[in-house]
C-alpha cells in the first residue's frame, strides 16, 4: 500500500513477485540504502513510489508494466537506464525527473500517453524506440522531452555480458545477465542474489574483580561484531589477615 517502506533507513533491496500489481504511492520512497529492486509482475508503479532513492542503480524491469505514475523515479540520481514494456499505455509528468545518471530509455511498444508537462527534468538521456512503429510521431517525442536524442532499436541484437556482482551479508548479489553491443538494451535480465547468512565465530573475554566479562561474535564474511552473554564481575576474595610495620592488620585482596 501506500508509504508501506517509506524512508526504511535500512532497506537495502525490494523482491517484487509475480503476483505484484501496483506498487502504492510513496511506497518505497527516500530509503538511503536501498540500491536494488526487483518489480516482478508490477503493473502500475503509483506516485513518488521510487522517488528520492539517491542510491538506486540496479532496477529489474517488468514486462508487464502499464502505468507510470508522476514523479514515480524522481531524483534517483543513480538509476542509470530504463526499460518500458510494450505494454506501457501511461507515462505522467515528472516520472524521471532530476534521474541524472539516465543515460537511455528504451520503449519497446507502442507511443503511451505522456503528461502535459515534461517526463524528463535535468536528464541528458538517449531514447530508444522501434522506428517503424508510427505512433512515434515527432509531436509525441516532443511531449516527452526537449531536445532529447532519439535512436531506433537494433532489429538484431549483438550480446555482451554484464558484469555480476556477488552476494554478501548485507548486500544482495547480481547474476549476470545480457545486453545488446550496440543500442545498450537488457536481453537477459540479471536476477537478485539474496544475501547470505552471516557466518560468526566468538571470543570470549573474562571478567575480573572490577570489569565484566563478555563473548564477541565476529562474522567472517562481512566483518559484522557484536558482544553478548555478559559475565558479572567477580567479587573480590580476601587472604588472610597480616600484621604490617606500623602494627596494624590488614586483609590481602586476591
Keep these: 500500500g501506500s ?21 502504492g504511492s510513496y511506497a518505497l520512497s527516500s530509503c538511503p540504502k536501498l540500491e536494488t529492486v526487483h518489480l516482478g509482475g508490477t503493473k502500475k508503479i503509483g506516485i513518488g513510489a521510487l522517488a528520492n532513492n539517491h542510491n538506486l542503480c540496479n532496477v529489474i524491469w517488468s514486462e508487464s508494466l502499464a502505468v507510470v505514475r508522476e514523479n514515480s523515479f524522481e531524483n534517483c540520481k543513480k538509476l542509470p537506464y530504463a526499460i518500458l514494456p ?15 545518471e539516465l543515460k537511455s530509455i528504451y520503449f519497446l511498444g507502442d507511443a ?5 508537462t515534461r517526463v524528463l527534468r535535468d536528464v541528458d538521456a538517449i531514447a530508444y524506440y522501434t522506428e517503424t ?11 516527452f522531452a526537449d531536445g532529447l536524442e532519439w535512436r531506433p532499436l537494433c532489429q538484431i541484437h549483438t550480446a ?7 552476494s554478501n551479508c548485507d548486500k544482495v548479489g547480481l547474476s549476470g545477465g545480457e545486453t545488446c553491443e550496440e543500442c545498450g538494451i ?49 567479587k573480590h576474595k580476601r587472604g588472610e589477615w597480616k600484621s604490617n610495620e606500623n602494627n596494624k592488620v590488614r586483609s590481602e585482596e586476591r
Design 3 to 23: 508509504d508501506a517502506f517509506y524512508r526504511c533507513p535500512e532497506l537495502c533491496y525490494f523482491i517484487g513477485g509475480e503476483k505484484l500489481e501496483n506498487i
Design 186 to 234: 537488457v536481453i537477459t535480465p540479471q536476477s537478485i542474489v539474496e544475501p547470505k547468512e552471516h557466518q560468526y565465530t566468538h571470543k570470549t573475554s573474562a571478567a575480573d574483580c572490577t570489569v565484566a566479562g563478555f563473548t564477541t561474535y565476529t562474522c567472517q564474511i562481512c566483518g559484522l561484531s557484536y558482544n553478548d552473554m555478559l559475565i558479572s564481575a567477580v
Design 133 to 143: 512503429n508510427t505512433t512515434w510521431t515527432s509531436d509525441v517525442k516532443d511531449v
Design 86 to 100: 510494450a505494454t506501457l499505455t501511461d507515462v505522467e509528468n515528472g516520472a524521471f525527473g532530476g534521474c541524472t
Design 112 to 116: 503511451p500517453i505522456f503528461g502535459e
Design 160 to 166: 555482451q555480458n554484464m558484469t555480476s556482482f556477488e
